[in-house]
C-alpha cells in the first residue's frame, strides 16, 4: 500500500521572492515602462497575493489593471502556492 505523502509548503518569504522575481519578468513582457507592480503581501493559508499598481502607459489607455487576468495566469502558472491575485491601484509616478 503506497502512503501519499503531503508535500511540505515553501516558507512564505520563498514564495513572496518567487512572486517578485515574476512580476520582473511579466512586466516588460506587458510593454507598459511607465507602470509599476508590486507585492503588498502574500497570504500563504489563502494563497492569494495583492499587488500595487501604479503608473500607466502614456501613450495609450493601458494600464496593467487592464491586464489584469494575463498577470494572474501567469504567475498561477509559475508558482504553484498561488490561487489569486487582487489589485490595488495606487498613485501614478
Do not use: W, Y
Not at 507598459?32 to 508590486?38: F, G, P, S, V
Amino acid at each position: 500500500m503506497s502512503v501519499l505523502r503531503r508535500k511540505r509548503a515553501r516558507p512564505q518569504a520563498d514564495v513572496e521572492h518567487q512572486i517578485r522575481h515574476e512580476l520582473e519578468d511579466i512586466l516588460p513582457i506587458l510593454r507598459i515602462e511607465e507602470c509599476a507592480l508590486e507585492l503588498q503581501t502574500f497570504d500563504p493559508a489563502t494563497g492569494a497575493a495583492t499587488l500595487l499598481v501604479t503608473g500607466a502607459c502614456p501613450d495609450c489607455e493601458a494600464s496593467a489593471v487592464t491586464f489584469i487576468q494575463g498577470i494572474e495566469t501567469q504567475l498561477k502558472l509559475r508558482i504553484a502556492e498561488l490561487r489569486s491575485v487582487v489589485l490595488t491601484v495606487g498613485n501614478a509616478r
